[in-house]
């Protein structure tokens, strides 16, 4: 007897995904660099600045899911929509953070590398996670996800 996975089917689960993204990235800033910042601007700085942005981002979305009696990772069930914090804003607030940490690290490293592979990792977070993750929800939840998705918009 088959059971369904009570999880979404990610492809790749996100953390994993930014981890191998930014060691390649990291990789070919050393073999062959690319800056684009100009040289007035103190990049790294600048790039520690949205970092820090990301990752309170990223804090505050996280600290939505345990107020919710809901999971966070990919590979458990959700119990509840969050729909409160980021969430009000954002259908998909930890992937808009880890956007622009990628900005951040491009912009820090002074790296076009970075800024490329947001092309990639878009790909890779909108169809082999968040599609499938919505698929889950909208089957596990119905008309509550429905409801959600026509008052929040997917990033920004």
């Not at 990291?26 to 601007?41: D, M, N, W």
């Not at 939505?64 to 914090?85: C, E, M, R, Y």
């Not at 009000?88 to 953070?97: D, G, L």
Request: hydrophobic share 55%; proline share 7%.
């Amino acid at each position: 007897m088959s059971q369904e996975k009570d999880a979404p089917d990610v492809v790749v689960h996100p953390p994993i995904a930014l981890g191998v993204a930014v060691i390649v990235c990291l990789g070919l800033t050393y073999l062959r660099p690319l800056p684009f910042v100009p040289p007035a601007i103190p990049h790294i700085e600048a790039g520690l600045v949205l970092f820090l942005i990301a990752l309170l981002i990223i804090r505050w979305s996280a600290a939505t899911f345990p107020k919710a009696n809901t999971h966070i990772l990919t590979n458990q069930s959700a119990t509840a929509i969050v729909d409160t914090g980021p969430f009000a804003y954002s259908r998909n607030p930890i992937y808009v953070a880890l956007f622009l940490g990628l900005v951040a690290l491009a912009v820090g490293f002074d790296s076009l590398w970075f800024l490329a592979s947001i092309l990639v990792m878009y790909f890779v977070i909108r169809y082999g996670v968040i599609a499938r993750e919505e698929i889950y929800l909208e089957r596990k939840f119905g008309a509550i996800y429905l409801d959600y998705k026509t008052k929040v918009r997917r990033w920004l």
